[in-house]
């Protein structure tokens, strides 16, 4: 058997119980067909980076799989039928990764951040800084040198 991640993305609209319940009904279509999922990890409610099927987000799902061909080719047109499914994607791998995810890890990083912004959040807000004259410091620095 081979080796595989299927990365797929449901609708907005579901709930996350519904997600999982979708998830449970492509892994037994990859057991019935002699295969098994390895890992299944769910990133959760994502931003699309454009609108699918008038979706602006959509959740995520990683499934690792040990499969054969058929097993996969049949995952596909199952979750090519299936109107919950806005997008997929299988791609054949060497082998499996048991640790967590990229994505995983690095929403672990973000929370212990505190978001994107880190610490700089109240600077952003007011602009560059200026001198009396409303100048900047780099313009004021050109004229003292012309």
Do not use: C
């Amino acid at each position: 058997m081979s080796f595989y991640e299927s990365v797929w993305i449901a609708r907005q609209d579901l709930s996350a119980q519904q997600v999982e319940q979708l998830a449970d009904e492509l892994t037994e279509v990859v057991k019935s067909n002699g295969g098994d999922v390895a890992k299944r990890e769910n990133w959760g409610l994502r931003n699309l980076a454009y609108k699918i099927k008038k979706n602006r987000k959509g959740h995520y799902v990683l499934m690792n799989l040990d499969a054969p061909a058929a097993a996969v080719s049949e995952l596909e047109r199952v979750m090519r039928f299936n109107e919950d499914v806005l997008r997929y994607l299988t791609v054949k791998v060497k082998e499996l990764d048991p640790e967590p995810s990229a994505v995983l890890q690095n929403r672990g990083r973000d929370d212990r951040r505190g978001g994107r912004d880190g610490d700089r959040g109240r600077d952003r807000d007011r602009g560059p800084r200026r001198d009396r004259d409303g100048d900047r410091g780099e313009r004021r620095e050109q004229r003292a040198g012309e």
